[in-house]
């Protein structure tokens, strides 16, 4: 078992774990993992090299045959920048069918492990605290309604030049959490000893700042 911390933060789509778990690394001068960004991509490979979605073993290829790189903000996939492409919705649905997918879950479990590099790592997804990280020093649930969390992933997609609209996200993100959480394989749940964090009224520095003490505060 690794000795360099792991924070786990766990939550379902547009909870704004992204946002929490970047400033957490940033604060800490930790690592970060946004394992969702390896489902997209994963999505992305599929659709681009033609394998159908419900291809198990296609996919499955697809994902342990691609090159990804993260700098900074910006995301590779071989030699193209796909920062933009990964967060089209119709990418983040793909997304969250293939995960249902044992095999592709197995593909990118050695590449996630990877992401844990001294001095420390907060990783950001459904299953980092029940699957991939389960001995993370610290693990959040982080939670938000609905409605708060339709409204953040509307913004976010009109900032990046998406168009969308309300109805078809609520629509969508209840779609998403029904998939992520009745799924088979590694179902979105809080981890044993996971403390819940409900950011609905929380802005993303208070839900920080929450981790943070929390962190400084775990027993060890
Ligand atoms: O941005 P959003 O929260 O919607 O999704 P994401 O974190 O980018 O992840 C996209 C999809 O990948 C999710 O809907 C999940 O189905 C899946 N996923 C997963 O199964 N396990 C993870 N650790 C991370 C993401």
Redesign the pocket.
Known sequence: MSSIPVIAIDGP??SGK?TVAQRVAARLGYHYLD???L??LAALSALRGGASLADETAVAIQARAMTVRFAGERIFLGEDEVSNAIRAEEV?NS??RI?ALPAVRQALYDLQLGFRQAPGLVAD????ATVIFPDAALKVFLTASVEARAQRRYKQLIEKGFSASMADLLKDLAE?DA??TNRAV?PLRPAEGAHLLDTSDMTADQAVDQVLNWYAGRAS
Do not use: E, P, V
Not at 125 to 128: A, F, K, L
């Open positions: 789509t547009a992204g394992s969702g960004a489902y997209r983040g997304a969250s995960a997804g459904r299953d980092m998403r998939r992520d590694a």
